[in-house]
């Protein structure tokens, strides 16, 4: 069965950086886009990044673009989200996502000083 891991959340300040990653298993990861969602409190949640299955091609939000970069390493079947230059606003639960409708159970960041 698809399984998706998320780690690497956690607090940091204003400013900071942090690194996800989503382990994938139970199906050919290097045959799908993988995307990385958020939502943050209150707020509904929202696509962040996608990248396509050879990793050739990105999409970033608006909000996140120039600050966040996504990757992929299909030997090791991970996803990963480079989160730099961190904002209060980028405070949220970040999910790793794969067509059909499946989806990890998420990794909280906090900014905040």
């Known amino acids: 069965q698809v399984q998706l891991v998320e780690s690497g959340g956690g607090l940091v300040q204003p400013g900071g950086s942090l690194r996800l990653s989503c382990a994938a298993s139970?199906?050919?990861?290097?045959?799908?886009?993988m995307r990385w969602y958020r939502q943050g409190p209150g707020k509904e949640r929202e696509l962040v990044a996608t990248?396509?299955?050879?990793?050739?091609?990105?999409n970033y939000a608006d909000s996140v673009k120039g600050r966040f970069t996504i990757s992929r390493d299909n030997a090791k079947n991970t996803v990963y989200l480079q989160m730099n230059s961190l904002k209060p606003e980028d405070t949220a639960v970040y999910y790793c996502?794969?067509?059909?409708?499946?989806w990890g159970q998420g990794t909280q960041v906090i900014v905040s000083s």
């Open positions: 139970g199906f050919t990861f290097s045959s799908y886009a």
């Open positions: 990248i396509t299955d050879t990793g050739g091609s990105t």
């Open positions: 996502y794969r067509y059909l409708n499946y």
